[in-house]
């Protein structure tokens, strides 16, 4: 009833659907035939709601049932001329077929029925039913017997779809025919391919393995939503289409580099020559395994596969003694890591690109060729990791943010009928509601009725819409039952009791005294550890035993108080039952069946706390709307891992079983293969967390190079892509973060108002004990402290519970109070303090980090009119001048602490000067010279030196040191010179300032700080007890944050985004603990093996099996039982584990030994557990993904704010450099070429016109790319025809170059060195001949393979602007805009990365050399220090340098060890320094990182934005005059009207007109002086007014560019137009119609004398016959 009720609402105005007939068609046919005889097309586009698979609008009415699955004349007026027409299943869901053309009749009845079963739901549920069973089949390595007949089975019903198909849309392919989808175009392929396979005699199961997997991809078409995504994705690939050329230009660049520098240099290694009796073979002192003859005699360091590299210069590595570097054997990883040939040197930088293990890549090379090439992999991470993924993430939101922008237009368009039905069935709902709720209030007792309104509380307002909702979907008897048995109003008592209940449970202290248990319960369960006593473990079960007591009492009250029926309609209470639930069941399934695996879910009681947090509870909100959203986008993700993985295990599955002999000598499958499902799942989901090289190594071992390559970067690619929209989409979701937008529950509430009881409270007893507000009154104590209480509540989150405060319910009536109170405290104050006025001027500091909004405080501080006024205190006796007050000391003047005993400010004494003071001037002098001093441009100058002076010294302070005596010397010498410079300059300023301006500026404490740290190193150099004292120098450098404004400013601006993500941090980390939790659970003690020190490998588990058989083994002594470095035996460490696996650094080893565990105290076997990988998978998409989406949501949030605040100007660089900003703006949009005369003499003339025109530039551009191409196939020992070849074809390029320079200089002669281009390639020119002849004469300034490289380097002009493809330029535009910025931010990340390599010399620089700690990264020099750092910074092989820093115990590194060249003994590290060391480095780069990715980003949308907006700017109209005289070269200010259609092609958007654009042009009514010429400002503002409109800025933006026009060109010609361009077009016109007329006229007159003529001759000859008779009668 009520759905019939809805339908007849939604059709006030019916649409009926008719039926589609013989006359249907007819009349079709006869519209289609008017249309093309008038060949005119109607503007009518397809109606977005009534799209193919959408559901038909209630507008158009019911849909009888005698119209189901019949066809019906379309409803859309786009197709009422394209021969279609309408289906509708019972679902009102939409199809469309063609009526004629390639089909039967839509009245022949096999169609119809084929047209039936198409439409029916059960049919697409069937299809989706077969291709789900069929992708679970394909998933099986051992098929079972009824396989193949499953599989005919399977195929006759995807045969029998596309029979249904072809009959029911026709075999044509356009819209709406079978062949016009490309869905169907594959099943058809796939569907006749498996035919083929089984039916022919030919063996085609290979590739019917690959073909027959393309049915995962049928899963798609059956969702419409998958299906959209596809389009989406694919539009978002076309936007890519630059970004894709553009990387891979310069992949091709850096690749060709590599080559010239890298070439053959991996192929240098440590050999030592054998001897000629030698007969035994060689094993040097690692045992390495390596099985190949010639590499016996190379030299391996310990635990490595391939041999020690080397190089001939002085920073490479050496090789040891009795070896020497020769080139010989293989590259390094089997041969597949090396720059030899173009091929391997493009993998090679797509592994850099990518990220992905690229620290064994940079040690290979360092190793190979030296420290100095450290620069080229720097370029390489900046430029691909930093710049064209900051690209990618720019275009693909532009394109997320587009794709809203056009859905939400979409909405807007929807049909008025459309909302008005809405409108009118949300009316109806609501009344219907009503009426229910009053017959169900009426049926009611008064009783009840009055103990339900009693009860009724804010929760269950809260969630009142939540129940209309359930009750709409329940049926009434369901409702009315439920209300019977669910709603407890029993007896008075029973009442009484609930009353009881009710004040318990909404009582604050109630809420607060759970919000403790629930933290204590979180502590209880962070305690858990591997070992633990048996104390402990009885303390945890029993503190267990009262949580789920505590929280089973809660619940039974909150039951009690709120009847069962609204106690779980409320989402919180269903949660905490389930965790009370769970937590009986588990006292039994625990005591009884023994199942330790229950009690894991314990960690949901940690998130019990999200009740009692807003920030959680918006931030889970926003995530859970978000995934609903992107629900189809993130099954498409799925989808295409699965087919993936069914992809992988069919293509390489067999070889990794075939050919395991080439990857272990055991045969043994490794751990990451394609044999199974499960294995190709997880390799997979390894390729896309990044990791992919080391498998693809292995899959060229057993498959080939040609067929592994496709599928990696298949997955590689279109993974990443989609990752990469889901996880931008999520982060644009939490940009929208409001922790104000959500109001709170009744729970914060009360916990708030408990919070704010306590302290006050406290606020009482306090006043009480000391006595301080005995004078003041009660009423006005309390106004006082709750006024300070509401002012205070901001977020009110778990955190905030120290500042929340009850609410008040006389606010206005306290507030007036404190005022007065206030006021009368303050003229007390003022008359009690005469010296106010006699204060010494201070001179203004610098900016202070607490002062951030001074703007706001002048204004409040009455001093907001003017930033600087005179002080009228200033000529006092003890000054002379008058002394302006800064903007800061105003600050500083009016921001005082805030005082609850007289609310008044008051100055610091030290800021003051007393009566006896005034007799003598000579202290204000003293201080006013000293603010002189300070103040000084020279002085800041020559501190800022003595600042990079002292932070530079720390530099040389490393190993050597101690052999270097004269720089130890100086550098102590230096320290003590710096110190009592610092120290002075710290004096000067306190004179000048005084200590409280000092001491509350925020860059003064830190100088302040470092003064102090300078102090206690010259302490510790003089006595050997306080000797680490000198270990906090370090700290000398932050001083460098004080002395440069880009500093602040980078420093300001991080605080501002990322302090207020605590919430989010904190949200996050309430995540990782449950994570770190569960792991302990899993995993606590199980990381132990046994292992056999003399192959120091684990014990195969069928020697030893368990610690007792470990420890009974005894050949010299007791094998060792160790534990993994990394393991879950507690949650500290659990939370290192989980972020190296968060980095992906170390994860594989720590993910080796969770599978391979068994259980305490055992010996783990080879995958014995191999389904913990989930657990891995789970924290990464839930632990890392969506907190990491959150994160950077927040932080662009904090970003957009302060960026508005600002004036939606960067926040990153200072005031100068947004003069740079502007500037380096109007750099990039000048034309590159500057105007250079025309010559005179015809020779130069025809020469200039040659080298100026587009094919000449062209010609070059194909130069410079064939030359690329020439190096590109070079490779390493190659034949010498090939190297004679090469060097004549760079011959012949050098001699291109050259005459193009000579050219040039004929030309343009002077004018030829005023472009830096033309400079550019004409020392490229002499420097190429230079290398060409020297080598001859037997000299050699660079390697050839150099010269080859800078004849290379010409390729830029590709990038040139207007030279090369525009999309380029558009590209590189917003990383040169955005330089400022992040020039400032990289001077932030060199100096936290020089403070870590400084902390790092001090304490890590002896640490022994094992894992990641090598002869390339060590701590013992700065340059390495800040080589390893560098590596840490794009997270690459910090847990290798962890791990040797865990090196700590006897067994693991020597004490007592003596290093020769100092008296530092031991090689040990300090695991828990490394710890903190590593993890803040980590945490301080990302934050600093991530903003360079936002500011990056922000600038390409803000640059985008610009672009669609229809404003004009200078560098638009710049660029009209630089087309302009192109048109115009002998600068007329005219072009003639002909020129003009070309001049209007020729200018760049938004003046851009495409042709044909004549008539627009026409239609503009430009004026024309003579000789049909128009004047350039005319144009100009013609152009102007069509892309701005018409209003009243545009007309002021006119009148401003005309008045400029006239400045610029006092000289103008005046002249009068004489006509227009509209009126000579009607000039034309009319003529043209003259003319016609004139001409049909003639043509009439002709025809009419012609037949004149005829007439006449026919008379007379009528005449002459009748003559003619007459004779002959006569």
Known sequence: MVASKKLKMASPEPKGLVPFTRE?????????????????????????????????PFVYGTLPREMVSEPLEDVDAYYHNQNTFMVLNKKRIIFRFNATWCTLSPFNSIRRISIKILVHPFFRLFILISVLSDCIFMTMTDFPYWGPKLQITLLGIYTLEILVKLIARGTWTGPFYFFGDPWNWLDFSVTLFEHITIYSPLNFNPI???????????????????????????????KLTGAIILTLFFLSIFSVIGMGLFMGKLKHKCFRWPHENATETMHNRTRNPCYIRETENFYYLEGERDALLCGNRTDASWCPEGYMCVKAGKNPDNGYTNFDNFGWAFLALFRLMTQDYPEALYHQILYASGKVYMVFFIAISFWFAFYMA???????????????????????????????????????????EIETTEMEMKKRSPTSMITSLDMLDDATVTHKEERKKS???????????????????????????????????????????????????????????????????????????????????????????????????????IYDSLIVFHGLAELFVTRVYGLPSFHLFQVLRIFKLGKYWLTFKILMLTLNNSLVALKDLILLLFTFVFFSAVVGMKLFGFSYWQYVYNLDEDCQPPRWHMIDFFHSFLNVFRILCGEWIETLWDCFNVAGQFSCIPFYMMVILIGNLLILYVFLALVTSFSSYNATTMEENDEAKNLQRAMARIKKGIHYMLSKILCKRQNVPKDTVDSVNDTYVKENISDHTLSDLSNTQDFLKDKERSSSREKNTMTENANQSLISSPTVSETIPMASGESDIENLDNKEIQNKSGYGSSKEKVKPSSSSECSTVDIAISEEEMIYEHEKPKHRKNSYEQRSSTGQISRESKRGKVWPNIRKTCCKIVENSFFKCFIGLVTLLSTGALAFEDIYIDQRKTIKTLLEYADMIFTYIFILEMLLKWMAYGFKAYFTNGWYRLDFMVVIVFCLSLIGKSREELKPLTSIKFLRALRVLSQFERMKVVVRALIKTTLPTWNAVLVCLMVWLAFSIMGVHLFAGKFYECIDPTREERFPIHEVSSKNQCESLLFNESMPWENAKLNFDNVGNAFLSLLQVATFNGWID???????????????????????????????IIGLFLPLTMLVGVIIANFNKHKIKQGDSNIFITGKQKKQYHALKKLMCEDSLKTIPRPGNKFRRFIFDLVTSQVFNIIIMVLICFQAITIMIQSDEQSEQMDAALYWINFTFVVLYAAECVLKLISFHCNYFAIGWNIFDFMVVVFSIT??????????????????????????????PGKGPKVFHDLLLPLILSLPALLNISLLIFLVMFIYAIFGMYNFAYVKKEAGINDVSNFETFGSSMLCLFQVTIFAGWDGMLNAIFNSKWSDCDPEKINPGTQVKGDCGNPSVGIIYFVSYILISWMIIVNMYIVFVMEFLNIASKKKARTLSEDDFRKFFQVWTRFDPDRTQYIDSSKLPDFAAALEPPLFMAKPNRGQLVAMDLPMAAGDRIHCLDILLAFTKRVMGRDVSM????????????????????????????????????????????????LRQNDKNTSDIHMIDDDREDKATKEDACSDKA
């Open 24 to 56: 249907s068609l007819e009349c079709m046919e006869q519209r289609i035939a008017k249309k093309y005889k008038e060949e005119q097309e109607e503007d009518v586009k397809p109606d977005v709601d009534l799209e193919v698979g959408k559901e038909l």
């Open 208 to 238: 019917f393995r690959i073909t027959r997997n393309l049915r995962i991809l049928k899963i798609i078409p059956l969702n419409q939503g998958l299906k959209s995504y596809v389009g989406i994705l694919l539009l978002c690939l076309k």
């Open 390 to 432: 900051s690209l990618f993430f720019g275009i693909v939101v532009m394109f997320y943010e587009e794709e809203k922008q056009t859905t939400a237009e979409k909405a807007k368009k929807t049909d008025p009928k459309f909302q008005h039905t809405l409108k009118d069935l949300r009316e109806e709902d609501k009344a219907a």
């Open 1150 to 1180: 720590i993910m080796n030994s969770a599978v391979d565990s068994t259980q305490v105290n055992m010996q783990p076997n080879f995958e014995d557990n191999i389904y913990m990988y989930i657990y891995f998978i789970n924290f990464v």
């Open 1331 to 1360: 290398e060409l002849f020297l080598p001859l004469a037997g000299y050699y300034l660079v390697p050839s393979s150099f010269m080859k490289l800078i004849l290379l380097s010409r390729i830029i002009h590709i990038l040139r």
């Open 471 to 573: 009750r709409k979907r329940c049926p009434l008897c369901w409702y009315k039952f439920a209300k019977m048995i669910l709603i407890w109003n029993c007896s008075p008592c029973w009442l009484k009791l609930k009353e009881f209940a009710h004040v318990i449970v909404t009582h604050p202290f109630t809420d607060l005294f759970l919000t403790v248990c629930i933290i204590l319960n979180i502590f209880f369960l962070a305690l858990e550890c591997y070992p633990m006593s048996e104390e402990t473990i009885n303390v945890l079960s029993i503190g267990n035993l009262v949580f789920i007591g505590i929280f089973t009492t809660e619940m039974i009250f909150k039951i009690i108080a709120m009847h069962p029926y609204r106690y779980f309609q409320v989402g919180w209470n």
């Open 1595 to 1642: 007309e002021k933006m006119l009148s401003e560019i005309e008045s400029g026009f006239m400045l610029a060109s006092p000289f103008k010609i005046t002249y009068e137009p004489i006509t227009t361009t509209l009126k000579r077009k009607q000039e034309a016109v009319s003529a043209t119609i003259i003319q016609r007329a004139y001409k049909s006229y003639r």
